[in-house]
């Protein structure tokens, strides 16, 4: 299985705290072309990002934030 970020949901999220993608990068303790890769579903967020990510947004719960999809089936 993998985890992806919901990125519409994280982008309004920001967006109410009158905050930048920068700042969440800082918060998440990642580069911003990391967070870029994220937001693009690109990357898949590692369970401490994924911690990180909730302790910046503690009014969301998990399935605010993520989508759980399985994996390609060979």
């Known amino acids: 299985m993998k985890v992806f970020l ?4 994280i982008r ?3 967006i109410r ?3 930048s993608q920068n700042w969440l ?5 990642v580069s911003c072309g990391y967070l870029s890769q994220l937001m693009d579903g690109g990357r898949n967020p590692s369970p401490e990002v994924r911690r990180r990510l909730m302790d910046a947004f503690p009014e ?6 993520f989508i759980i999809t399985e994996k390609d089936k060979d």
Not at 25 to 29: F, G, T, V
Not at 60 to 65: K, S
């Open 25 to 29: 990068a800082d918060q998440l303790k």
């Open 12 to 14: 309004l999220r920001l």
């Open 60 to 65: 969301c719960d998990f399935d605010h934030l």
């Open 17 to 19: 705290k009158n905050r």
């Open 6 to 9: 919901k990125t519409k949901n």
